[in-house]
């Protein structure tokens, strides 16, 4: 299977809005989020991907077929790292899972973003914290640092990525 990473464009905002619909939707027994009344999660920073600097949206394609999205942040939320990156969102279409499309995706990114990484999950995400203990662990060979941040209930991995 051919796994690709592209730019999502401003034209393609509609098609990025359905598909973090679809994402909340599964992220939603973490979450505990509802829909609004008009039947939508929502999320508050689509425009921000276009508008502010250090922000990056990709769509992921499996044999040019959409299969996901990711989100790269140029910031760390809860560690001081230097030319930092983290995953705001990342997002793989059910059919595809299993399957390495995540893996793929995951590796090109950080393949993209040379510097210190954040990768953070909810503590309750157990296949999320999961995912992201294989995919670094063989990334790095082994060379990552884990975390805790008690008060937002999120627990991590970091690392450094000198390509």
Same mark, same amino acid.
């Given at each position: 299977?051919?796994?690709?990473?592209?730019?999502?464009? +401003?034209?393609?905002?509609?098609? !990025?809005?359905?598909?973090?619909?679809?994402?909340?939707?599964?992220? %939603?027994?973490?979450?505990?989020?509802?829909?609004?009344?008009?039947?939508?999660? #929502?999320?508050?920073?689509?425009?921000?991907?276009?508008?502010?600097?250090?922000?990056?949206?990709?769509?992921?394609?499996?044999? #040019?077929?959409?299969?996901?999205?990711?989100? /790269?942040? %140029?910031?760390?939320?809860?560690?001081?790292? %230097?030319?930092?990156?983290?995953?705001?969102?990342?997002? /793989?279409?059910?059919?595809?899972?299993?399957?390495?499309?995540?893996?793929?995706?995951?590796?090109?990114?950080?393949?993209?973003?040379?510097? #210190?990484?954040? +990768? %953070?999950?909810?503590?309750?995400?157990?296949?999320?914290?999961?995912?992201?203990?294989?995919?670094?662990?063989?990334?790095?060979?082994?060379?990552?640092?884990?975390?805790?941040?008690?008060?937002? #209930?999120?627990?991590?991995?970091? !690392?450094?990525?000198?390509?």
């Amino acid at each position: 299977m051919n796994i690709s990473i592209e730019p999502i464009l +401003i034209e393609q905002k509609s098609v !990025f809005i359905q598909m973090m619909e679809l994402y909340n939707y599964d992220f %939603s027994e973490f979450s505990d989020d509802d829909i609004n009344e008009y039947g939508y999660f #929502g999320y508050p920073h689509i425009d921000d991907y276009w508008n502010e600097e250090g922000r990056y949206p990709f769509f992921i394609r499996a044999d #040019g077929k959409l299969a996901g999205l990711v989100l /790269v942040r %140029s910031c760390s939320e809860y560690n001081d790292l %230097s030319n930092p990156h983290n995953i705001a969102e990342f997002f /793989v279409l059910k059919k595809y899972r299993r399957k390495g499309v995540g893996k793929v995706a995951s590796m090109k990114i950080f393949d993209m973003f040379p510097g #210190g990484w954040e +990768i %953070s999950q909810w503590e309750n995400n157990l296949p999320a914290q999961n995912f992201w203990k294989q995919i670094i662990k063989e990334y790095t060979n082994g060379k990552y640092d884990t975390f805790t941040a008690i008060e937002k #209930g999120v627990v991590g991995f970091t !690392f450094y990525n000198s390509l």
